[in-house]
């Protein structure tokens, strides 16, 4: 295992998008057709499957070493209310584009730290949502917490506004590792918010562990895993941490890359995670994440309705999911848009009824291929192509890049079908790279991407 550490631990996208976003096509993308696509997504699947709404709540009381979203540190509350009528009128500027009433099936705050927001607040942003829009009969709403601000308040008053599921953040309990990112926070408070949320009848409750900390060793990457098993969260990100220190305003200059795990340990303290993991019911679901046997990412696993989108791995797929706020970006199944990052910027184009986008990305008919291609990876391990589907002429440049991979027994190729074995499962990332055409044809002059190990 340590010679394919070396040989695959290279620079790789994460692909929660294809075309993964350094390579979106500005040339071609306008305002004008990414509202045309929006429209167009909305008509086909608003009735049926619904829409999704991505919420970007950008503010946090302190920066957190090992975060690379867009945010804004600050301790001024009264940031929330201005914040949230700019969002509220994004929200009505999509909303005049269609002719019907949008039916929403998925929608979660993410940030930044949604709970920076008081309860009273968020209940204003997301009864102001549905003054325009409408629940699916199949709904699912979430939000993330932060463990030492999240209040049982938070969590009743979001629950009575249809909210079920809710993430916490807990990255790892040893204080050295805690303080070396900035996120001091004890079994305690995360057992509290727990127990606060099954207590109101939240049906997933999940938690987020990093690997590949800085100063984090073995028995503390265990050490989190067994108290986990004492709170027995519905699901889990068990992902590494990624390395990015060039992107600005993420605060991973504070330490330097002696004090963060070697590929082999970081690959160490994963395979010993997801084994202990396993040994407690835990099944591991597509990159990164496990979920126990009666949660829903389990189940659309194993129908093979998983999907994935700029909000990571979802139970269900809709066409179309907007994102609102600063930094958001929305997916229109045939294009990519994202939103100014400058709160301030933000605020001023909404409030001069400009929906707030400043860079995106067309679909090609070859993007729309690939993308379905890398989706089938990510969520099934599994991908195939015939000649009834469509001419796939780029298909055996994409062979031949994955040649070296048989060989190594990471995944095998039959005459149209790719199936990832056990054995090649950590190495997704890589073998999603050998289909990423725009990748292939432009390599990167500078880095772009976290490390894949």
Request: with cysteine; proline share 4%.
């Given at each position: ?10 620079p790789?996208?994460r692909?929660?998008?294809y ?12 305002g ?23 919420i970007?709540?950008p ?16 301790k ?26 949008p039916?929403?099936k ?6 930044g ?29 979430s939000?993330e ?13 979001l ?11 807990v990255q790892?309990y040893?204080e ?6 900035h996120?001091?926070?004890s ?26 900390l ?5 028995k ?8 986990t ?7 889990l990100?068990f ?16 330490y ?16 010993s ?35 994935r ?26 294009s ?32 729309q ?18 000649e ?10 994409i ?20 199936v ?23 390599k ?10």
């Amino acid at each position: 295992m340590s010679s394919l550490l070396n040989k695959y631990n290279i620079p790789g996208p994460r692909y929660t998008s294809y075309p993964t976003v350094p390579y979106w096509n500005m040339n071609t993308f306008s305002g004008k057709e990414w509202k045309a696509t929006v429209v167009k997504s909305f008509h086909e699947t608003n009735t049926s499957e619904g829409i999704s709404l991505y919420i970007h709540l950008p503010f946090c009381e302190q920066m957190c070493t090992f975060c690379g979203c867009h945010k804004r540190i600050t301790k001024r509350h009264e940031v929330e209310m201005p914040y949230i009528k700019s969002v509220l009128k994004e929200w009505s500027l999509y909303c005049k584009l269609f002719s019907e009433r949008p039916i929403i099936k998925e929608l979660h705050l993410g940030g930044g730290t949604p709970t920076f927001f008081s309860p009273s607040h968020l209940e204003k942003l997301i009864n102001g949502i549905f003054q325009l829009a409408e629940r699916h009969e199949n709904y699912e709403f979430s939000f993330e917490g932060h463990p030492n601000n999240t209040t049982k308040e938070h969590l009743k008053i979001l629950k009575g506004l249809g909210f079920s599921r809710v993430s916490f953040g807990v990255q790892d309990y040893n204080e050295t590792v805690q303080k070396a990112i900035h996120r001091v926070q004890s079994f305690e408070s995360v057992k509290k918010v727990t127990s606060w949320a099954r207590e109101l009848g939240y049906t997933s409750v999940g938690h987020d562990i990093i690997f590949g900390l800085p100063h984090q060793t073995m028995k503390h990457v265990q050490e989190t895993i067994l108290k986990t098993k004492e709170l027995k969260p519905d699901r889990l990100a068990f992902y590494s941490y990624a390395h990015v220190p060039w992107l600005k305003g993420n605060g991973q200059r504070g330490y330097a890359e002696t004090d963060l795990p070697s590929p082999e340990l970081k690959r160490e303290q994963y395979e010993s995670g997801k084994k202990l993991l396993a040994e407690v019911g835990y099944y591991e679901i597509g990159m990164d994440h496990f979920a126990l046997k009666d949660d829903s990412l389990y189940k659309a696993m194993y129908s093979k309705t998983l999907h994935r989108n700029f909000m990571g791995y979802t139970a269900s797929k809709t066409k179309l999911m907007i994102g609102l706020g600063a930094s958001s970006i929305g997916d229109s199944w045939y294009s990519f848009a994202q939103n100014v990052k400058g709160i301030e910027e933000y605020e001023h184009l909404v409030a001069n009824d400009i929906i707030p986008i400043y860079r995106g990305h067309i679909l090609t008919e070859e993007d729309q291929i690939i993308r379905q291609h890398i989706l089938n990876l990510m969520c099934r391990f599994e991908t195939s192509w015939s000649e009834e589907k469509g001419d796939f002429t780029m298909i055996n440049d994409i062979l031949d890049r994955l040649t070296e991979m048989v060989e190594d027994d990471l995944l095998e190729i039959d005459v149209n079908k790719i199936v990832v074995t056990e054995k090649g499962k950590p190495f997704i990332r890589n073998i999603c790279m050998a289909f990423d055409l725009l990748l292939h044809r432009k390599k990167p002059e500078t880095r772009l991407f976290s490390m894949t190990i």
